[in-house]
């Protein structure tokens, strides 16, 4: 059974911090790569950040720095620490499982096969 499952967005102010979760099926855990994307209003789905089983990652320019992703294999469950968030990190945000990983680059959205239904995070300055 493929499933993801995001949680722990919310609203934050300026400078704060969230840490969202998606719980994966093991099917998908084992045999993807996962990587998160985020979707504001009007705007399309962008990579934000993606993680081999090696741990290797890649991230969008906008989050370098702020943002860090992580895996516990243990649970099945990928995590997106974000820090120092701003007005414009706001967004619907999703994990995804795909069959390509780029090194340093984030992830591509049509290389992505699997979809989660989404967290909120909202950002107010």
């Known amino acids: 059974q493929v499933q993801l499952v995001e949680s722990g967005g919310g609203s934050v102010q300026a400078g704060g911090s969230l840490r969202l979760s998606c719980a994966a099926s093991?099917?998908?855990?084992?045999?993807?790569?996962m990587g998160w994307f985020r979707q504001a209003p009007g705007k399309e789905r962008e990579g934000v950040a993606a993680?081999?089983?090696?741990?290797?990652?890649g991230y969008a320019d906008s989050v370098k720095g702020r943002f860090t992703i992580s895996q516990d294999n243990a649970k099945n469950t990928l995590y997106l620490q974000m820090n120092n968030l701003k007005p414009e990190d706001t967004a619907m945000y999703y994990c995804a499982a795909g069959l390509i990983f780029r090194p340093f680059s984030p992830p591509f959205e049509k290389e992505y096969n699997y979809w989660g239904q989404g967290t909120q995070v909202t950002v107010s300055s």
């Open positions: 993680i081999a089983s090696d741990g290797r990652t």
């Open positions: 093991e099917y998908i855990y084992r045999m993807y790569f």
